[in-house]
């Protein structure tokens, strides 16, 4: 059974008032995966929210049949899979397990109807996702400006 302790320790729900999280708890499932395990492929519609427990888990970007670009990696106490809380988008990554993996996965028309019968809640929510998404960007950018200043042919424009 999960308690509100556990649903605490994440970052996305360490915000959240314990009645808050108790009325997470009735729709939280625990899913386990093996190592090199994929939790959802690119592309496909993106219907869970997820928070890992343990393990690690890897985001990964295809460009073409033979290159993959490896995005981040997420550690226990993080959220990922959130493309699902936006209406009708699908997952802009491949999540893989990199060791053995516990998750919490909550179903996004079940998340959803929550944050919209608890206002509260759902701004709370909707805040740290919109944190997680500029941490996230802001990381992207940086690796773009240091890519283009060390570009070989680049660089010397500079």
């Known amino acids: 059974m999960i308690a509100v302790q556990d649903l605490k320790q994440f970052v996305m729900f360490g915000y959240l008032s314990d009645d808050m999280l108790k009325s997470l708890i009735p729709i ?13 492929k690119q592309g496909e519609e993106a219907d869970r929210l997820f928070l890992l427990k343990t393990g690690k888990v890897l985001l990964e970007h295809r460009i073409t049949d033979k290159i993959t670009v490896s995005m981040s990696s997420i550690k226990p106490g993080f ?5 699902s809380m936006l209406e009708n988008d699908v ?16 179903r996004d028309f079940k998340i959803k109807k929550i944050m919209e019968e608890n206002h509260s809640l759902g701004f709370v929510i909707s805040q740290r996702l919109l944190h997680v998404l500029k ?3 802001d990381v992207r950018t940086r690796q773009l400006v240091k890519t283009i200043k ?4 680049i ?4």
Request: with cysteine; aromatic share 20%.
């Open 91 to 106: 997952y802009s990554s491949n999540a893989i397990c990199s060791e053995t993996c516990q998750v919490y996965s909550f």
């Open 28 to 40: 939280t499932e625990i899913l386990l995966f093996e190592e090199n395990e994929m939790v959802f």
């Open 150 to 153: 060390f570009h070989p042919d």
């Open 79 to 83: 959220s990922f899979g959130w493309s």
């Open 155 to 158: 660089g010397n424009l500079l």
């Open 135 to 137: 941490k996230r960007y």
